[in-house]
């Protein structure tokens, strides 16, 4: 048989062999450990659903005493770092008398005086205090209400949070910017409301809570003294049983060990919105730019699903030669830490009615990945086969010119 003639049978094997493998692959198929998947949409649609029973929070330190909410409602706010106080005196002709800032230390310093603790201290207590120093000292005389403080500005708080939120750890709230402080523009004032020193503030801050958060029983630690919060009524604007927060205070958010999707949606509680990394490298669309994925793209309301996902990524559409596009999710199990990755078909959830069970809610920083369809694979196999096969031919040609 003719050289050239083996040549190019071996040339068109080679072609039909790479057509058959890579007409059977699209998206890998993943595996993961039994424990990774943690949301009921992330099973496959022929798995059982099993229900979750919602686990006890943790006991708390027995050394800590258990008091009502409204105990620590009652209470003022306790003085902290940055705070502004106004001081008047009777009698005073401007010595003492005018604005101080609580120093980093929780102290309070007047001429003429030691520093004043004001650490665990409400405004009345540190009025009273101070009152006193200042008989002591012999810089006033002993009157009814000597002394008037009252407060300027409620400054910022760090919170410790921890618990079933999105990023545990150490938050700052109630800051404002500089330009708004009280008594800047509109000259002496008194009197201060900072809605953001709250327990709601202080969990939005640290990311949100999250799905299996239990809002009924969030807890409060305020020195040696901790309480309950049932938080649940913001969801829904039924009640509102916030608590402000003083310098000290600790949130905690127990969790339910489940998943509960009325809690994956924007609220005072939760994540207004999330980011989520998209990848939609296919074979219409040579990049990310091409396919119009920027930071609106890939900044979602919370709340949306992997198909909503998907769409934001121009995943689903285009030809027929391109559907049934695999799709893969990436993301994590807050509560073991454990990685998960989802394989989907997209058009195989668009046509089934309970394409519900098995559309996911996407989480903060999840990564969605696009795959081409096998006939898209196959195209791409014969073009690259039939380039290498274009300079084969070439090859041949010239060699029997040659001979």
Known sequence: MDDSVCRARAILGTILLGLILTGCASAPTPDNRAEARWMPQQEELETAREQCVPGRPAQMDPALDHVPATDLRREGDMLGPGDRLRIQVVGDDGRLSRAYVIDDYDRLEL??????????????????????????????????????????????????????????????????????????????????????????????????ARPDADLTRIRVVRGQRWTELDLSGLLDGTRLGDVRL???????????????????????????GIRVYLSNLSRPAASNANSAIGKESSSLPYGTRLLQGLASANCIGGSAMNAHRQAVLISANPLNGRSVVIQRDIEGMLEHAQRDRINPYLMPNDAIACYDSRAMNARDAIALFGEALGSAATAILIDDLAQ
């Open 111 to 208: 001429p003429g005086l030691a520093p004043l603790d004001t650490r665990g201290k409400t405004l009345r207590q540190v009025e009273t205090t101070l009152a006193e120093r200042l008989v002591e000292a012999g810089l006033v005389r002993p009157l009814p209400r000597v002394v008037d403080v009252s407060l300027m500005e409620s400054a910022g708080l760090s919170v410790p949070v921890s618990g079933a939120i999105f990023q545990a750890g150490t938050v700052r709230i109630g800051e404002r910017a500089r330009e708004t402080l009280v008594g800047q523009r509109e000259g002496p004032a008194s009197g201060d409301a900072n809605s953001e020193r709250s327990v709601a503030a202080a969990i939005r801050a640290a990311g949100g």
């Open 246 to 272: 003083s310098p000290g205070d600790r949130v905690i958010v127990p969790s339910t060990a489940c998943f509960d999707e009325r809690l994956v949606r924007p609220s005072p509680l939760t994540p207004p």
